[in-house]
């Protein structure tokens, strides 16, 4: 079976049953080449249904939870990204190809320079890979419309809020170390409105607003 047929199996069979609509965030999820955002030795688990290591206790999250908070964020095509933990930058490739220009953050250096290599590699022009404490934001930059985290928080920075815009949507898990829940934050001109989408585990976001590095 070839790459492109495992991407569309993905989809059929993992993507489309759990409610994912969004017929942009589909051809995405079938378009990214997801076997090269993993380690040599896991490309053939590649499209399994479930997270994958991708070194230096990091991980790829699974295609439905990409899929999923990609969904949440509601985006058009406009949108200048916030991406909290780039990881192998599979997940940057995705919002690469729905919004405008990506600002993603790394905080471990080898994972940075790989993924930064890669994206350009594979032609996603509008992902900038930044090296930083993710967990103040990226206030340089900002305001963003739309702020993704993919590690899991002990509570929403205020940080994000202050660098989403108005009528920005936060999509971020939150909760122990061990398991949280996906929130959906919108930030309106009277404060934020915050929603429950399904609860997750994720790899603990470190840093200044975030965990401690055991």
């Known amino acids: 079976m070839s790459d492109q047929q495992k991407r569309h199996l ?6 489309l049953p759990r ?5 942009r965030v589909l051809v995405a999820m079938e378009s990214v080449q997801r076997h090269l955002f993993v380690e040599d030795k896991m490309q053939d688990r590649a499209y399994d249904d479930c997270a994958l290591a991708i ?3 990091q991980t790829i ?4 939870m990409v899929a999923l908070m990609t969904e949440l964020l509601e ?6 990204i916030l991406e909290i933990g780039t990881g192998s930058g599979y997940q940057s490739a995705v919002l690469s ?4 220009e990506v600002f993603t953050v790394e905080r471990l250096q080898p994972l940075a320079e790989r993924a930064k290599d890669l994206l350009g590699k594979l032609n ?9 404490d993710g967990t103040v934001g990226l206030p340089g930059h900002a305001p963003f419309d739309s702020i993704i985290v993919t590690a899991g928080a002990p509570e929403i920075p205020e940080e994000y809020i202050d660098q989403l815009k108005i009528g920005g949507r936060l999509v971020i898990p939150a909760g122990s170390r061990q398991a949280q829940t996906l929130y959906v934050i919108k930030k309106t001109s009277t404060g934020i409105e915050k929603t429950v989408s399904t609860p997750c585990v994720f790899v603990p976001l470190i840093g200044k607003r975030g965990w401690e590095e055991e």
């Not at 985006?75 to 200048?80: A, F, N, W």
Request: aromatic share 6%; net charge positive; proline share 3%.
């Open 55 to 57: 070194g230096h206790g």
């Open 61 to 64: 999250s699974q295609p439905y």
């Open 19 to 23: 409610g994912i609509k969004d017929q």
């Open 75 to 80: 985006l058009q095509g406009h949108e200048r």
């Open 10 to 15: 993905m989809v059929i069979e993992q993507l």
């Open 97 to 100: 190809l729905l919004a405008s």
């Open 124 to 132: 996603y022009r509008n992902v900038h890979v930044k090296v930083s």
